[in-house]
């Protein structure tokens, strides 16, 4: 007998699993929020920071806070572009503050328009692809950024816009007595 030859029968081998990785059952990204939770930032939060920077700005119009709400504007147009799969927006209002209302809406349907199943897992590897959720936060992310470009800018020809965002971020359960207290 040889060293080579086999002295018992063959175990036999379980099947072997699949080489190919299915999207939705790789592990998510940790470093990544839910999409539910970047949905209702951009709708709950920022649209009511927003109004109040838009009201704010038709009382004081100016050329600098006008570039600013382009520049965000173009931020949430390409959030947009990066939450859909078609690349047509259509055209937006030429006005900056009702460019910026049209484009607010349009990356919000964009953004409930995401599989929210597959939302922040890494791609399969044999796609050679990189994960959308990585680059869609990214977005979200510049556009919170020109948020407060627009607040900042807002803030030096209206010193009263901190006193209207921060309103009703405190509620009193009892309120203030009239006389003091000492």
């Not at 470093?31 to 939770?37: G, K, N, Q, R, S």
């Not at 704010?56 to 520049?71: F, N, Y």
């Not at 006193?163 to 009193?172: I, M, P, T």
Request: charged share 25%; net charge negative.
């Amino acid at each position: 007998m040889l060293a080579t030859e086999p002295t018992a029968e063959p175990e036999q081998q379980p099947a072997a699993k699949p080489l190919l990785e299915d999207h939705a059952a790789n592990e998510p990204m940790r470093h990544v929020p839910a999409l539910a939770w970047m949905t209702d930032k951009l709708d709950g939060d920022l649209r009511h920071r927003l109004e109040k920077l838009c009201a704010s700005i038709e009382s004081h119009p100016s050329p600098e806070i006008e570039g600013e709400l382009r520049a965000l504007c173009r931020a949430l147009d390409r959030l947009a572009d990066v939450a859909k799969h078609i690349r047509n927006n259509g055209h937006g209002p030429s006005d900056a503050l009702h460019k910026t209302r049209w484009s607010l809406n349009h990356a919000l349907s964009c953004m409930r328009l995401v599989d929210a199943a597959t939302f922040g897992r890494r791609g399969p590897f044999h796609h050679f692809e990189r994960s959308k959720a990585e680059t869609l936060y990214a977005h979200f992310l510049v556009v919170i950024d020109h948020v407060h470009r627009v607040t900042t800018a807002v803030r030096a020809v209206d010193p009263s816009i901190d006193e209207q965002l921060n309103e009703g971020v405190v509620r009193l359960s009892e309120p203030l007595h009239e006389r003091p207290m000492a």
